[in-house]
C-alpha cells in the first residue's frame, strides 16, 4: 500500500471529530478521541476518570482467574479505596459493594462505579470538552484543512 495512503487513514477527520459531539460513547470509541478527551480531562485535573473507565473496559476482557483477583486489588487500591491516590468520586454504598467484591473479583464488579463516573463524565466533563478551546480548534484546524 501506498505510505500516502496509509498516513491518510491515520489522520483525524472533520467527520469523525463531528461524531464525537453526537454522544460521549461515540468519543470514547475513537482512538483519537479518548486521547484527546483524556488530555482535555488532565488540563481540568480529572483525567482519573477516563482512566478509570479504560482500566475497567481492560479489566473486562481478563481471562485469567489470578490475573482477575491481582487486578481488581491494584485497581482498587489505586482508584476506590478512601484517599486513594486517583480516587474517584463514587458513593460510600458502590464504595462499600466493590470493596466486598473484590474478595471474589468477578468481571462486573467494577460496573457500579464505572457507571458511575461514566454518568459525571456524560453529564459534566463531556459538555465541558465540547465547548473547550481544545476541541473547538481542532474542530476548525480540520475543517480548514478540507477546503
Known amino acids: 500500500m501506498d505510505p500516502d495512503k496509509r498516513k491518510g487513514k491515520d489522520r483525524l477527520s472533520f467527520e469523525e471529530m463531528t461524531q464525537w459531539s453526537l454522544s460521549l460513547e461515540r468519543l470514547l470509541s475513537s482512538k483519537y478521541g479518548i486521547q484527546i478527551f483524556q488530555a482535555f480531562l488532565k488540563s481540568e485535573f480529572s483525567?482519573?476518570?477516563?482512566?478509570?473507565?479504560?482500566?475497567?473496559?481492560?479489566?473486562?476482557?481478563?481471562?485469567?482467574?489470578?490475573?482477575?483477583?491481582?487486578?481488581?486489588?491494584?485497581?482498587?487500591?489505586?482508584?476506590?479505596?478512601?484517599?486513594?491516590?486517583?480516587?474517584?468520586?463514587?458513593?460510600?454504598?458502590?464504595?462499600?459493594?466493590?470493596?466486598?467484591?473484590?474478595?471474589?473479583?468477578?468481571?462486573e464488579c467494577f460496573n457500579d462505579a464505572q457507571r458511575i463516573v461514566y454518568n459525571l463524565m456524560e453529564k459534566d466533563s463531556y459538555p465541558r470538552f465540547l465547548r473547550s478551546d481544545i476541541y473547538r480548534s481542532l474542530l476548525d484546524s480540520t475543517s480548514k484543512s478540507m477546503m
Open 47 to 107: 483525567d482519573e476518570n477516563i482512566e478509570f473507565w479504560m482500566v475497567c473496559e481492560d479489566y473486562k476482557k481478563i481471562r485469567s482467574s489470578f490475573r482477575m483477583s491481582s487486578r481488581a486489588k491494584k485497581i482498587f487500591k489505586c482508584y476506590i479505596q478512601a484517599e486513594a491516590t486517583r480516587e474517584i468520586n463514587i458513593d460510600h454504598k458502590t464504595r462499600d459493594l466493590i470493596r466486598r467484591n473484590v474478595a471474589a473479583p468477578t468481571r
